[in-house]
């Protein structure tokens, strides 16, 4: 079983920052590419940022040159650096690992970028 454990979600002003953290319960944490996704009421869940097991990294268009993900094999954690932040950054963001054709998520952390 694997179980995904989210924090680091507030309420931050247009131009800050916030850095999210997942860590994840289990074995194998290295060999398994980690997700975060983000989803704004009414509209598709996303795709933001991609890490894998070999820490090669990729981003959505929209957070490009703003967020990084990174990972910490030793702790079990995906962190998503989040700078710079828009109001079009709004959301929940949730952690994403696929083992075995079996999607893990996390229980979504809120980020909401306000004046």
């Known amino acids: 079983q694997v179980q995904l454990v989210e924090s680091g979600g507030g309420l931050v002003q247009p131009g800050g920052s916030l850095r999210l953290s997942c860590v994840a319960s289990?074995?194998?944490?290295?060999?398994?590419?980690m997700r975060w996704y983000r989803q704004a009421p009414g509209k598709q869940r996303e795709l933001v940022a991609t890490?894998?097991?070999?820490?090669?990294?990729d981003y959505a268009d929209s957070v490009k040159g703003r967020f990084t993900i990174s990972r910490d094999n030793a702790k079990n954690t995906v962190y998503l650096q989040m700078n710079s932040l828009k109001f079009e950054d709004t959301a929940v963001y949730y952690c994403?690992?696929?083992?075995?054709?079996?999607?893990?998520w996390g229980q979504g952390t809120q980020v909401t970028v306000s004046s």
């Open positions: 289990g074995s194998l944490f290295s060999s398994y590419a």
């Open positions: 994403h690992s696929r083992r075995r054709l079996i999607d893990y």
């Open positions: 890490i894998t097991s070999a820490s090669t990294t």
